[in-house]
T-cell receptor, first 113, second 114 residues
Framework: GDSVTQMEGPVTLSEEAFLTINCTYT??????LFWYVQYPGEGLQLLLK?????DKGSNKGFEATYRKETTSFHLEKGSVQVSDSAVYFCALRGQGGSEKLVFGKGMKLTVNP | ETGVTQSPTHLIKTRGQQVTLRCSSQ?????VSWYQQALGQGPQFIFQYYREEENGRGNFPPRFSGLQFPNYSSELNVNALELDDSALYLCASRPRSGGADTQYFGPGTRLTVL
């Protein structure tokens, strides 16, 4: 079945550091790929998405590119802020019309001033 | 702010009991999904409801059941609780006009089974 493997934390960075969170997936065909963020006490929020190969999703300074050849969707940000402290989840939605999301285990990021 | 609310925020039950969790979506959100998020894990899909009928289910036993109401609220019911049912339960809804990628998640209900 479909699955997502992502870099696990926790990770602690200093403000303005570069961030990369690795994510690879297993799925047939061309799934849609997502990054969700979960701030303390809040629900999951969609951070960015990409629906076909070579698409780049971006939002709030975060970027991720859908790489079909490496089945990856790594999340990057050039300069993190304290407000980016949260748990980040990589997820996919399989091809075929199902709305089921398959999530990775999540990575907790703490950014210190 | 996603417009999706869940109640209660926290709940403690004992093994063997039954529990009902509630989700209230925005007007017009006619699709709702439920997920279970165990500690340190990503959310796992339980099932989805569309127009008050279940139309997709993950790998969860029948003691997990749901209801969706015409007023855009929904329930997750779990019978015969087990210790492993301790988790954060999330609901997600999407508007009638939105695609499958426009789901809005609630903050979750933390269930502890003793």
């Amino acid at each position: 079945g479909d699955s997502v493997t992502q870099m696990e934390g926790p990770v602690t960075l200093s403000e303005e550091a570069f961030l990369t969170i690795n994510c690879t997936y297993t799925a047939t065909g061309y799934p849609s790929l997502f990054w969700y963020v979960q701030y303390p006490g809040e629900g999951l929020q969609l951070l960015l998405k990409a629906t076909k190969a070579d698409d780049k999703g971006s939002n709030k300074g975060f970027e991720a590119t859908y790489r079909k050849e490496t089945t990856s969707f790594h999340l990057e940000k050039g300069s993190v802020q304290v407000s980016d402290s949260a748990v980040y989840f990589c997820a996919l939605r399989g091809q075929g019309g199902s709305e089921k999301l398959v999530f990775g285990k999540g990575m907790k990021l703490t950014v210190n001033p | 702010e996603t417009g999706v609310t869940q109640s209660p925020t926290h709940l403690i039950k004992t093994r063997g009991q039954q529990v009902t969790l509630r989700c209230s979506s925005q007007s017009g959100h006619n699709t709702v999904s439920w997920y279970q998020q165990a500690l340190g894990q990503g959310p796992q899909f339980i099932f989805q409801y569309y127009r008050e009928e279940e139309n997709g289910r993950g790998n969860f036993p029948p003691r997990f059941s749901g209801l969706q109401f015409p007023n855009y609220s929904s329930e997750l019911n779990v019978n015969a609780l087990e210790l492993d049912d301790s988790a954060l339960y999330l609901c997600a809804s999407r508007p009638r006009s939105g695609g499958a990628d426009t789901q809005y998640f609630g903050p979750g209900t933390r269930l502890t089974v003793l």
